[in-house]
């Protein structure tokens, strides 16, 4: 085993015992086992002292130059998922998939450097790659009538998605603290929910609407007949519903009636029009469990301009005056 290899297992060692949500640590280990094998194989290096600036670039231009999944870092996983078979097989990798790429090499060189593993951070002038950002498409009211009607509610998985569906786009929790919820976690007195796990590892609470209200006291006696899970919204086995199934399944009852849905849609969805029914910014942001309020700008300032206009014709000044 290579210096560069026992470097990222003292790497990943220290992201977990941060605490780290699973899918960031799979991330920093996915993309920083495949840098080291083009250090490896391209360059013969092996040691990160050795690791030098114009090797990250050089790594940068290779990603630009070849398509998604042409290159794992496990041919074990490989033979077992079959990139090759992907529709998106060796088409181009995104601005955003190398920024963040090169997010994550950044993180480790820095460690490393910190812990005078390294006496120079070859990372540290390289550029951060600063992607064009893409407007964050609404559903429409319409849409997400199609969606809901797509679950059969008289089977128990059925009404289960139904009411998770619409208990994100009420209160845009993410999908993974949707499935990790338990029933002492739900306050139906004063609407609102208790997050212990988020993101960032922070608890806080979340709030529902008297819909909701209603909907979650119809679903906690349904549930308690067929279930005594610990989870709010457990398989039919009583166990954790997995994120990645529950994403799957959205996808797939979106695409049987026609419309392209992804589970972190349902929390921009609410977003936006939390802000275009004239929610603040610093409101949202704690809703959101985001790091700061700026997080919450960068991330929803982007308004079509067609949502702009409605807005703009709620506020105007003029049409608020006597004039």
């Known amino acids: 085993m290579s210096e560069l290899h026992l470097q990222l297992d003292n790497f990943m060692l220290h992201c977990d015992s941060k605490g780290l949500s699973r899918k960031t640590l799979k991330s920093y280990e996915q993309t920083l086992r495949l840098f080291i094998s083009f250090l490896e194989n391209k360059h013969k290096v092996t040691e990160a002292e050795k690791v030098r600036t114009v090797h990250i670039r050089a790594y940068i231009l290779y ?4 398509g998604k999944y042409t290159v794992v870092a496990d041919e074990l996983s490989a033979n077992l998922n079959h990139p090759t078979h992907r529709t998106d097989f060796s088409k181009p990798i995104s601005d955003t998939t190398i920024a963040n790429y090169l997010r994550n ?19 540290k002038k390289v550029a951060n790659i600063k992607p064009a950002r893409k407007q964050k498409a609404l559903l429409t ?13 008289t089977t128990f998985h059925g009404y289960r998605s139904w009411l998770q569906v619409r208990l994100l786009l009420d209160t845009g929790i993410r999908s993974g603290e949707c499935c990790s919820l338990q029933p002492e976690n739900v306050d139906i007195k004063n609407r609102a929910l208790l997050i212990e796990n988020p993101k960032n590892n922070k608890q806080r609470y979340v709030y529902f609407s008297a819909k909701m209200a209603n909907d979650l006291r119809r679903w906690l006696l349904y549930r308690d007949r067929f ?11 009583g166990t954790m519903l997995d994120t990645n199934n529950f994403e799957k399944m959205l996808k797939q009852a979106g695409k049987r009636v026609g419309v392209a849905i992804h589970a972190h849609q349902l ?5 936006k029009y939390y802000l275009l029914n004239g929610g603040d910014f610093v409101t949202l942001s704690r809703l959101l469990g985001h790091s700061s309020v700026e ?4 991330a929803y300032l982007d308004f079509a301009e067609n949502e702009v206009a409605r807005k703009y014709q ?9 004039l």
């Open 295 to 298: 997080v919450t700008q960068k």
């Open 314 to 322: 709620r506020h105007s000044p003029l049409n608020k005056m006597n």
């Open 105 to 123: 090499i950044k993180v480790f060189f820095n460690l490393l450097y910190d812990e005078n593993e390294i006496t120079e951070n070859p990372a």
């Open 141 to 153: 009211e319409d849409e997400i009538v199609k969606v809901l009607r797509a679950f059969d509610i």
């Open 63 to 66: 990603l630009r130059k070849r």
């Open 267 to 271: 929390r921009n969805t609410f977003a």
């Open 227 to 237: 279930s005594e899970s610990e989870y709010l919204f457990p398989t039919t086995r």
